[in-house]
Each structure stands twice: as structure tokens, then as C-alpha cells.
């Protein structure tokens, strides 16, 4: 049986840091909660996060635009 070595486990975290981590902060200034960036560990989420977040009204853009 083979298992995973310490190299395979800090791949993984470092995975997790540099996908997961990010969506967590960027989420809730979108005003999304920052748990479902855990959801970007799942295959294809991360892709459609991406895009709920290009294309989602940001609390900001009110104020942004010229009246």
C-alpha cells in the first residue's frame, strides 16, 4: 500500500494556499461568505468562482459610478 510522503502533503498545502486562501479574502469584500472558498478545492468550482465574481455587482460599484 502506498502512501503519501511529506513531499505529496506539502504540495497539497501549498495547493491549498494558493487557491483556496485567496478566494477566502476576496469572497467576503465581494459579499459572499468567505466559506464557500473552500469550495474551490473541488475540481472546476475555482473556474466558476471566477466568474460569480467578474460578473457579480460589487458593493462598491454604486458608489463608483458617476452620477
Known amino acids: 500500500m502506498d502512501t503519501f510522503s511529506v513531499w505529496h502533503w506539502l504540495i497539497l498545502v501549498i495547493l491549498f494556499l494558493l487557491i483556496v486562501v485567496p478566494f477566502m479574502k476576496i469572497l467576503p469584500r465581494a459579499g459572499i461568505p468567505g466559506w464557500i472558498g ?3 478545492i473541488i475540481p ?3 473556474l466558476i468562482l471566477l466568474w460569480v465574481l467578474a ?3 460589487w458593493p462598491g460599484d454604486e458608489r463608483a459610478s458617476p452620477s
Open 55 to 57: 460578473l457579480k455587482k
Open 38 to 40: 473552500l469550495l474551490a
Open 44 to 46: 472546476f468550482v475555482p
